[in-house]
């Protein structure tokens, strides 16, 4: 019986990979990007391979998530944001809306889609999850969307 692989141990060497940033929050949003593309990178996946785009807000993550997969010509994407509830319902409905949009866009076109949104209750949670470390989920998104797009590859027969 095979050993199954570590997380994120694959090889994204030859990948490109869209990444669709949520200005809202930004600061926070900001850290996950960073992140994700240290995890790009230390995955080979080439600086010039990775295309980031800027959206006004979580809710608009899963048209541009779906334009990369189904137009952009990447094998992944990684949708970063933060949602950080408020005194309103309005958290529900945009955390809610993009995580469903999001894994539609994966279901709908093959493509590997990361939810690299943080929904989190308070700032200070938010701030822990997109720390300067390893432990940003920035990071843990880019490194899922290399080993989804080999896993999907190897799937599909090819290397």
């Known amino acids: 019986m095979k050993a199954s692989p570590e997380f994120g141990d694959a090889d994204g060497g030859g990948l490109r990979i869209g990444v669709a940033a949520a200005m809202f929050n930004g600061t926070i949003t900001e850290a996950l990007l960073k992140w994700c593309r240290e995890g790009l990178l230390h995955s080979g996946v080439s600086d010039a391979d990775i295309i980031v785009e ?19 010509g990447v094998d992944a994407v990684v949708c970063l944001g933060a949602v950080i509830r408020g005194d309103t319902a309005h958290f529900e409905y945009v955390a809610g809306e993009a995580a469903r949009g999001i894994q ?56």
């Open 104 to 159: 539609e866009v994966a279901l709908e076109t093959g493509v590997p889609v990361m939810f690299g949104v943080l929904t989190t209750d308070t700032v200070e949670q938010a701030e822990e999850r997109s720390r300067d470390d390893e432990t940003n989920k920035g990071y843990e998104a880019a490194r899922g969307a290399v080993h989804m797009a080999r896993v999907l590859e190897r799937i599909r027969g090819g290397a």
């Open 54 to 72: 800027w959206v006004p807000g979580a809710f608009e993550l899963p048209l541009a998530a779906r334009v990369f997969a189904i137009d952009g």
